[in-house]
């Protein structure tokens, strides 16, 4: 079993910023991908970021330039550093770990900015 426990939203003025922290513990033998997504209300959850092992990013057209997304693969940990937020960030945050052993979620962090 993996679990993902995601820590570092809150509430933030527009143009203010906040990092996310995800910690992926239990059986892990390695990690092939770690990511964001993230889900407004009544929209589909999106990619917000992702980073393979070996450092490749992808980042979704809306937040290039602001977030920065990164990995400590010693410590089963991603990062989500996000800049000059706009309210419509504004969203449930969850991070998304891709194991030989299958798609793991954890339980969201929220994420509001106000104008």
């Known amino acids: 079993q993996v679990q993902l426990v995601e820590s570092g939203g809150g509430l933030v003025q527009a143009g203010g910023s906040l990092r996310l922290s995800c910690v992926a513990s239990?059986?892990?033998?390695?990690?092939?991908?770690m990511g964001w997504y993230r889900q407004a209300p009544g929209k589909q959850r999106e990619l917000v970021a992702d980073?393979?092992?070996?450092?490749?990013?992808k980042y979704a057209d809306s937040v290039k330039g602001r977030f920065t997304i990164s990995r400590d693969n010693a410590k089963n940990t991603v990062y989500l550093q996000m800049n000059s937020l706009k309210p419509e960030d504004t969203a449930v945050y969850y991070c998304?770990?891709?194991?030989?052993?299958?798609?793991?979620w954890g339980q969201g962090t929220q994420v509001t900015v106000s104008s």
């Open positions: 998304n770990a891709w194991l030989p052993t299958g798609d793991y």
């Open positions: 980073i393979t092992s070996g450092g490749k990013t």
């Open positions: 239990g059986s892990i033998f390695s990690i092939n991908a």
